[in-house]
């Protein structure tokens, strides 16, 4: 690592985490019958943040906190040492995981996402989903392409990231789903802005189905050309489907936490990242699945299933 | 002294992390020199030909523009199969020689069908990772046929997700495909198509 570089790497992992830890708000916004009411036609389009699975790992911010009580300068020490350490245990854990993406030769992951959308979206019937296609849709100009094209009044945009947790003993499947107004009548936002209709982020984690150290988990993942992968995608791209279909009708009172709160069990080396640090893992059971999974709601309107 | 060398530190590391902050497309240019001229073969010539039919893309093809997200940018890459196809016509090795199968007259030689599975990039954390995956199937002569898959994977740190950085990262992720591909080649020269799925 060029020494040179490495102070610019230390200061982006102390920023982020300074603007990580201001995001503890809703991450929900509940469509509004009437608005719901307007839309005539709306269209569908999904893609996988990555084509083949990815992998997580716990994120080492010791050398910044430590760092930190030093000042500035210790801040910034610590900051270096956390990213040297995030992007030796990224490499690892990319190297872990080729013997299950090598086994994975050949198949499209995003083309079973969107042929499983297509199965559930015309019958949710909540919206007139008119199309599900596939498109790039993790990044902010990839969303504005999609609704430039588009011809419909709405259009729902679904970003799917599917990766193992860091120890590889369960899938993770997270989704973001967001309606746009294209109609200009639907829009409130001054013109060029995107005007947001309903928003929710979405996190399915997984049966534990295998128990052992990180090498026997990856030889189970990938025996079999990577058969049991491929089954927990398949079960997985469906139930998430399932939640948003689920999450859509319900109003802005479901981003409150109610009475009978669940306290999950959750480990929290599962729920790294960006997207689950902002959520509280209390909230309530409002559904259980076909496959045993509790779908909990939690504080910040977020969906989350998992098997209590 | 050390006021100036801490305000200098960090005007450096606000540049720096300018470009990683970025949430405009990265659009790169990965197939700078086309591949348009005919190989001509000398008769003194006595590597094994390799005709290379047209390269087959298996990603869907509307995903085939976009090569995944580093950071918060997209990576663009219009010309990514032309850009393997290219790499392709130029592996040649000690006991072989590529040619496109529009430049083979006749037809002679081990056939290779070439292709690409995966291309694409993404990071995880502070890294950035980029992944080629291409097959290769090898038709020799009385048919016999054998497919072989080649994965190309590079994890490094991401500075900044700069276009050059990606760039760089998808062409050591290709060229680790090109360098197991040509050992086999090279086998396969030698000692013919062993029937291997």
């Known amino acids: 690592m060029s020494s040179k570089l490495t102070p610019a790497l230390g200061i982006i992992t102390v920023c982020a985490a300074a603007i990580l830890s201001g995001c503890m708000t809703s991450v929900r916004t509940a469509l509004a019958p009437a608005t719901k009411d307007a839309i005539k036609s709306t269209a569908l389009t999904t893609g ?68 499983t959308f297509r199965q559930v979206f015309p019958d949710a019937k909540y919206l007139p989903i008119l ?9 902010e100009a990839a969303c504005k392409r999609i609704l430039k094209s588009a011809t419909t009044d709405a259009v729902m945009i679904i970003s799917v990231d599917h990766r193992f947790t860091p120890d590889f003993s369960r899938i993770k499947i997270e989704a973001t789903a967001t309606l746009y107004a294209k109609k200009p009548s639907l829009a409130t936002e001054p013109a060029g ?88 893992l209390k909230g309530t059971v409002v559904h259980t699945h076909s496959t045993g999974h509790k779908w909990i709601r939690l504080a910040n309107g977020a969906l989350c299933s998992l098997k209590k | 002294m050390m006021r100036r060398f801490l305000a200098a530190g960090f005007a450096w590391a606000l540049l720096a992390l300018l470009p990683g902050c970025s949430t405009s497309p990265a659009e790169l240019n990965l197939c700078q020199r086309a591949n348009t001229e005919t190989k001509t073969v000398t008769s003194g010539d006595q590597r094994q030909t390799i005709v290379l039919a047209p390269i087959e893309d298996r990603r869907p093809e509307s995903m085939r523009q976009q090569l995944g997200v580093v950071g918060r940018r997209g990576v663009l890459g219009k010309d990514s199969a032309a850009w393997v196809e290219a790499a392709l016509i130029d592996l040649n ?14 037809l ?11 291309l694409y990039t993404s990071s995880l954390n502070v890294a950035k990772m980029a992944t080629v995956v291409i097959e290769l199937e090898l038709v020799g002569p009385e048919n016999k046929t054998s497919t072989h898959v080649y994965n190309g994977r590079i994890a490094a740190a991401n500075w900044g997700s ?33 029937t291997k799925t």
């Open chain 1, 131 to 139: 199309s599900v296609e596939l498109a790039p849709t993790s990044d």
């Open chain 1, 193 to 280: 802005a995107l005007t947001v209709l309903y928003t929710n982020k979405f996190v399915l984690l997984g049966d534990d189905v295998v128990s052992g150290n990180n090498d026997s988990n990856i030889a189970y993942w990938a025996k079999d050309n990577a058969e049991h992968v491929k089954s927990a995608l398949s079960t997985g791209f469906l139930e998430i489907a399932e939640m948003i279909a689920f999450d859509l009708p319900a109003g802005p009172e479901v981003n409150l936490p109610k009475k009978d709160t669940l306290e999950t069990t959750a480990p929290s080396p599962h729920f790294p990242g960006q997207a689950v640090a902002q959520m509280e």
């Open chain 2, 93 to 106: 090795g000690q006991n072989f020689r590529v040619v496109k199968s529009s430049d083979a007259q006749p």
């Open chain 2, 108 to 118: 002679t030689g081990w056939l290779v069908k070439p292709r690409i599975l995966q």
């Open chain 2, 162 to 194: 700069g276009e050059g950085e990606i760039e760089n990262s998808l062409r050591k992720a290709l060229q680790k495909c090109l360098k197991q591909m040509r050992t086999d080649l090279e086998l396969v020269s030698r000692e013919g198509v062993q």
């Open chain 1, 48 to 115: 996988l943040v990555q084509p083949e699975i990815g992998t997580d790992i716990v994120a080492s911010n010791a050398g910044a906190a430590a760092g930190a009580t030093g000042g500035l300068i210790g801040g910034l020490v610590g900051g270096i040492i956390d990213s040297s350490v995030n992007t030796s245990r990224a490499k690892k854990a990319e190297a872990a995981a080729d013997p299950v993406r090598n086994a994975m030769a050949g198949y499209d992951a995003n083309s079973k996402l969107r042929d």
